[in-house]
Each structure stands twice: as structure tokens, then as C-alpha cells.
Antibody, heavy 117, light 107 residues
Framework: QVQLVESGGGVVPPGGSLTLSCVAS????????MDWVRQAPGKGLEWVSF????????QYADSVKGRFTISRDNSKNTLSLQMSSLRAEDTAVYYC??????????WGQGTLVTVSS | EIVLTQSPATLSLSPGERATLSCRAS??????LAWYQQKPGQAPRLLIYDASNRATGIPARFSGSGSGTDFTLTISSLEPEDFAVYYC?????????FGQGTRLEIK
């Protein structure tokens, strides 16, 4: 079965950096686009970023453009999100999701990022 | 950016009743709308995609309808495990956007 396991969350001061990872198994990772979606505490879902199956196309929400970078390593079945210039409003649970034409078929359990001094 | 507005914000019903949740888009999104269910402490789960197609393993009591700007998720007879938050999501345009959610609570 599909498994997506995120890691890398933690507490970081404003202006700091953090890199999240998502290891995929149970499907052919290199055939699927992947996304990051976040959820601030007690709030709704916000799409963050997308990467095409081969890494050739990347999309970002305006709220993170220029600060976050999505990447993937198909040889390691791993999706990453490099986050820099972090702000308090970036505090959220970050989910990775398997993307089928921008439909989120499967989700990881999420990793919590807290931006606080 | 396409804005999705869900109504009502909260819906209070009893098990066995019929639930009707609405999602309205700020411009036409054809049928490119999905519905997700999220329970406390869990990741969202895909229920419906492209307005009316049930995802794998989703019970038949869940159905979706609509096109253009107005969409509906219907749960024909509520089971105890259906009480959760429901989100709609559009994939017609970048950026992908979600509605703010409808909380379905036990009356």
C-alpha cells in the first residue's frame, strides 16, 4: 500500500531555515507528481508547492514563492522542501501528498513546523 | 486565484440523516473539484474527485455533483464515523486552492 512518511519538522526561530523530507513507498514514485500541503493549527488546508514526476515543472503558492524550494530524488523515492526566511505564519503541519493530475490521492501523516523565538 | 466558499461552516445532524454540503467557486472550474474528509489528528482523505467520482474504497453513501461554479457533497445516511471536517479543492487553475471547510458535527 502507499506510504508517505514526512520528517524534518521542529522548532525554528523567525528568519531561520529548515528542510522537510518525505519518503515514499508502495507505488512507482518516479511516475507521480508530488505536493506539499500545510495546515496551520486549528485552520484549514493550504496548498504550498508541486513538482512534476520528473522535476521539470515546479509550482509554488505566492505565500512561499522565493522562500521555499521543492525538489525530488527519484532514485531515493524522496521529496524535499527547503524552507528559508521562515515566518511565524509558516507554523503548520506540513503534509506531502501523491498527486494524480493535481488530485491528492494519498497523504502522509504530516510533520509539525513551529516558527518561534 | 480561485476562491472556494463552503457552506455551511458547521452542520449539526444526527446519525441516519442526510447531509448536504456546498462548495461555490469564484469562477468556473468545469468539473475539476475534489472533496476530502479530515478527522481530528489525521491527514485528509480523498473522497470524491472530478465532482462526482468516488475514490477507491469510499462508501456509496458519499456522492458528489455539480459543475461550473456550484458543487455539492451529499452523504445519504450519516454513520457515526462520518462526523468530521470536509474540504473542497479545485485543480482547474494554479494555484490549487481549498475551501475553508465544513465541520459536520453530531446533533
Amino acid at each position: 500500500q502507499v506510504q508517505l512518511v514526512e520528517s524534518g519538522g521542529g522548532v525554528v526561530p523567525p528568519g531561520g531555515s529548515l528542510t522537510l523530507s518525505c519518503v515514499a513507498s508502495g507505488f512507482s514514485f518516479s511516475n507521480y507528481g508530488m505536493d506539499w500541503v500545510r495546515q496551520a493549527p486549528g485552520k484549514g488546508l493550504e496548498w504550498v508547492s508541486f513538482v512534476r514526476y520528473d522535476g521539470s515543472n515546479k509550482q509554488y503558492a505566492d505565500s512561499v514563492k522565493g522562500r521555499f524550494t521543492i525538489s525530488r530524488d527519484n532514485s531515493k523515492n524522496t521529496l524535499s522542501l527547503q524552507m528559508s526566511s521562515l515566518r511565524a505564519e509558516d507554523t503548520a503541519v506540513y503534509y506531502c501528498a501523491q498527486d494524480r493530475s493535481n488530485i491528492f490521492d494519498n497523504w502522509g501523516q504530516g510533520t509539525l513546523v513551529t516558527v518561534s523565538s | 486565484e480561485i476562491v472556494l466558499t463552503q457552506s455551511p461552516a458547521t452542520l449539526s445532524l444526527s446519525p441516519g440523516e442526510r447531509a448536504t454540503l456546498s462548495c461555490r467557486a469564484s469562477q468556473s472550474i468545469s468539473s475539476y473539484l475534489a472533496w476530502y474528509q479530515q478527522k481530528p489528528g489525521q491527514a485528509p482523505r480523498l473522497l470524491i474527485y472530478d465532482a462526482s467520482n468516488r475514490a477507491t474504497g469510499i462508501p456509496a453513501r458519499f456522492s458528489g455533483s455539480g459543475s461550473g461554479t456550484d458543487f455539492t457533497l451529499t452523504i445519504s445516511s450519516l454513520e457515526p464515523e462520518d462526523f468530521a471536517v470536509y474540504y473542497c479543492q479545485q485543480r482547474n487553475n494554479w494555484p490549487i486552492t481549498f475551501g475553508q471547510g465544513t465541520r459536520l458535527e453530531i446533533k
